[in-house]
């Protein structure tokens, strides 16, 4: 796949990997200036790999799996990925597994960067009214945040909460 990533080069603007090597996301990084659209599941030995990566991108599209542990999806470390987030990103989608406390402080930070996504899809995640409530005040601050898309499964936000999320943001799914 290497090769195949090295031969791509410039050209490459849309990549989809179903298994992320730390190899496979150095060389999108060093070979691959123009993608736009990624699609990654990471290990989690990935993660801490995959900044330098985006804070060097044009990404307007990020969609991040993991399948595995995801214990290295700490509070800060969240706080650090939101930060490497490029300015052109419009589209986020997430099946991390994180914890309630660094997605939520992910949204702090990340609404301290002024970009403004039009689009978040959450999936997987124990969502509480706390989670959507930072997701609410991010859209209010940035602006722009036109889709929400979350998991219905496992969540426990009120009706209240989801009320004022959909006073902010044009549509907010339950899937």
């Known amino acids: 796949m290497t090769i195949i990533i090295r031969m791509a080069n410039k050209n490459l603007r849309e990549l989809i990997l179903g298994d992320s090597t730390d190899e496979l996301i150095e060389e999108i990084q060093q070979n691959c200036p123009n993608i736009i659209k990624l ?45 490497s987030l490029p300015k052109s990103l419009l589209h986020l989608g997430m099946d991390l597994g994180i914890i309630n406390e660094g997605l939520r402080l992910f949204f702090e930070e990340y609404g301290n960067c002024g970009v403004a996504l039009y689009t978040i899809e959450l999936y997987n995640y124990l969502l509480d009214d706390r989670v959507l409530e930072a997701i609410t005040k991010y859209a209010r601050k940035v602006g722009g945040l036109k889709k929400l898309k979350i998991s219905e499964v496992n969540t426990n936000i009120s009706e209240k909460a989801l009320q004022e999320a959909k006073d902010v943001i044009s549509s907010v799914v339950l899937l």
Do not use: G, R, V, W
């Open 39 to 83: 699609s990654l599941t990471l290990y989690t030995t990935s993660f801490e790999k995959l900044l330098p990566l985006l804070s060097s991108s044009k990404l307007e599209f990020l969609y991040l799996e993991s399948k595995f542990d995801s214990s290295a999806l700490t509070p800060n470390f969240m706080q650090k990925f939101a930060i």
